[in-house]
């Protein structure tokens, strides 16, 4: 089967970098995607890699090797905001290339 | 920006009840999903629809139907509400495959 996994929870303090890792199994993808949750609220769409190597966007940024099965996000100098749960999604190749497989989610929680 | 709208916050429905949950996009996406989420579980695809009138399975669509009558808009049916059907449910649509836009969700508790 396709799976992905993520730690459940990741405990960082404000103005550190948070690493959130995904380590997926899955025969083949597109592309590895990362959403943001706030408790009570929508996921929304952070990044997206179709390609192996590192994207920025800001203070976040997300990483893939598909030789490794491997990506993460990376969160810099956190704000209190950054508080919600992340979520790592893949869109495998055997399905339509516009259904996600998604992770079950790290709730980030940040201290002052 | 993409608007996603769903017809409720929150329900409260009996088991055996049949319950209609709506979906409206307003950016003329082609495909559209219904998840539910669950804690410790992300997000389940219930199913989705890539056009007007075509549906498809997703992981779990077992005690639920889909319509799709207009483009805009993606109904989610519970045909006889159960008790392990109490869930948030989550739509969703897109245009391309990776981005997806959300609704705000409903939070449906079935007694």
């Known amino acids: 089967g396709q799976s992905l996994e993520q730690p459940s929870e990741v405990t960082a303090v404000e103005g550190a970098i948070v690493q959130i890792n995904c380590t997926y199994q899955t025969s083949g993808f597109y592309g590895l995607s990362w959403y943001q949750q706030h408790d009570g609220g929508a996921p929304t769409f952070l990044s997206y890699n179709a390609l192996d190597g590192l994207e920025e966007t800001g203070r976040f940024s997300s990483f893939l090797s598909r030789s490794d099965s491997y990506g993460y996000l990376l969160l810099q100098e956190l704000q209190m905001k950054d508080s919600a749960s992340y979520f790592c999604a893949v869109s495998p190749r055997t399905h339509s290339n516009y259904q996600l497989i998604w992770g079950a989610g790290t709730k980030l929680i940040i201290k002052p | 920006d993409v608007k996603v709208t769903q017809s409720s916050r929150y329900l409260v429905k009996r088991t055996g009840e049949k319950v209609f949950l709506e979906c409206v996009q307003d950016m003329d996406h082609e495909n559209m999903f219904w998840y539910r989420q669950d804690p410790g579980l992300g997000l389940r695809l219930i199913y989705f629809?890539?056009?007007?009138?075509?549906?498809e399975k997703g992981d779990i669509p077992e005690g639920y139907s889909v319509s799709r009558e207009k483009k805009e808009r993606f109904s989610l049916i519970l045909e006889s509400a159960s008790t392990n059907q109490t869930s948030m449910y989550l739509c969703?649509?897109?245009?391309?495959?990776?981005?997806?836009?959300f609704g705000p969700g409903t939070r449906l508790t079935v007694l």
């Open positions: 969703a649509s897109s245009l391309r495959g990776s981005e997806q836009f």
């Open positions: 629809s890539y056009d007007v009138k075509m549906k």
